[in-house]
């Protein structure tokens, strides 16, 4: 194990105010240490020192709740390919490196304290049809409804998104098309969704729109900094589930909720 | 009707709508590009050729056709412009705070600078339209000057204009450096159109990729041709 001195340009901000950049020095850091492991031990000097900590993100650390963030050398959840921040190691930079950390940065993800961004924008727009609509009650038979094996795999893939806006961080214009195109893609393609795909298509597309996110401009920077390897062509599927979604409202409806008979 | 027009309005003020119109007055454009480079390719054909060419689009339809085509292309590009700019600055919007350190993993520098080839390209067609169309400080209008007997018909002579043109350095260079923004933007407009009309695959998005970047090849080297010819090896001078 070899240790690690690095110089941070660590983004503080406090809810509201504008922020700034502080430098500060990362001295002996082991390259096991975890991205997040080596932020602990920062915070554990700056506690000692008497200074205020850096506020970050993590639950499980396991890279599978989407709860770290953090943009590292510009780049969503740093440098190493299909990994969330906390399962990315130091051993991935070099002694004496200097490296910018900063928070998700995108209107729609204002900055609670430092490095935590409030994300319930992406709540929202799950609450706008990111969900089908189903009957409480005993568990349905398995297999009673038949999906095909290709489509069960790519609505799992959609399904593998773990919210952790990424992709919006990433994006140059802050856009969410790829959250927002996993999540609807993966119920629009099952047979599950289909009574609800045209309202959950307009419904989860307006909130993203009145969240205040960016526009794609398809460079896909999105899906290279996505964790779960979301592929942008569920982008190519929302924009065509969108235009037919729109194309039979105006000329047929669709209705806003579920009323008798439909 | 009006749910219709409220659906449309709806449509056109969604992020995804109005990307819809980008593209397919995008798509629109593109066509034109090269049905105009080919037609502007009969230069090297002759002065027949061209002029007859530039007759037939003047008196097709009785006049009207080009006429149609004017307020055609006019709408496509107010749609396209008025579009990207209104998305633009949406996008712009939707950070406030930029990162202190930018990185870029996968997208082209094309695809970073289309608002700014994009704006070129207007200021471009703004200049390209005075130039050769309105003919703004120039003889090109005269039909003492500028006359070519087609057959017994006495039409506009293209050929000499489009050579008396491009002889004048300044805007044979103008225009080279606005058919390398073009190009820029036709390498990311091109497969792009086909992501956001939904049309893209797997299998097919590296190949609209490919088809786009050799179209803004063929359309940078087919229309650079031209002023390079004339200005710089003498062609038709």
Known sequence: MSLLNLQLKVWRQNQGQPGHFQD??????????????????????????????????????EGICGMCSMTINGIAHGPEKATTTCQLHMRKFRDGDTIWVEP????????????????????????????????????????????????????MDAAACIGCGACVASCKN?????????????????????PEKNRRTLGMVRQMDKEGFGNCTNQYECEAACPKEISVRWITKLNRDYALASAKEAFVGVKEHAEGGD | MSAVFDSLSRFYHSSIGKKILVALTGAALLIFVLGHMIGNLLVFVGPEAINEYGHMLQTALHGG??????????????IHVVATIQLTKQNRAARVDAYGKVASQV????????????????????????HFTVRVGNEYGNKALYSYDLHGHTVHNVYKM?????????????????????????????????????????RTEPLFKKLGHAFALLILVGNCSIPIAILVFGYGR
């Not at chain 1, 096991?32 to 602990?40: G, V, W």
């Not at chain 1, 994300?119 to 189903?134: E, L």
């Not at chain 2, 450096?177 to 893209?200: E, K, N, V």
Request: charged share 15%; glycine share 8%; net charge negative.
């Open chain 1, 24 to 61: 500060i020095q990362a001295l002996e850091i082991p390259d096991h240490a975890s991205f997040l492991e080596m932020m602990d031990i920062v915070n554990e000097r700056l506690i000692q020192d008497g200074g205020d900590p850096v506020a970050f993100d993590h639950d499980c650390r």
């Open chain 1, 104 to 155: 998700f940065r995108a209107k729609a993800f204002p900055v609670v304290k430092d490095l935590m961004v409030n994300r319930s924008a992406f709540d929202r727009i799950q609450q706008a049809g990111g969900f089908v609509t189903v009957r409480t009650g005993a568990a349905p038979d398995a297999n009673s409804i038949l999906v095909g094996k290709e489509v069960a795999d790519a609505a």
């Open chain 1, 174 to 194: 802050a856009s969410a098309m790829l959250f927002v195109s996993a999540k609807a893609g993966q119920l629009n393609s099952l047979p599950q969704g289909q």
């Open chain 2, 65 to 78: 056709g080009v006429w149609i085509a004017r307020l055609g292309l006019l709408a496509a590009v107010g």
């Open chain 2, 107 to 130: 997208s082209s520098k094309s695809s970073r600078t289309m608002i700014w080839s994009g704006l070129t390209i207007l200021a471009f067609i703004v200049y390209h339209l005075l």
């Open chain 2, 162 to 202: 489009v050579i008396d043109g491009f002889s004048w350095a300044p805007a044979a260079i103008f225009y080279v450096i606005a058919m390398l923004l073009l190009s820029s933007h036709l390498s990311h407009g091109f497969s792009s159109l086909f992501q956001t009309l939904g049309l893209s695959t797997h």
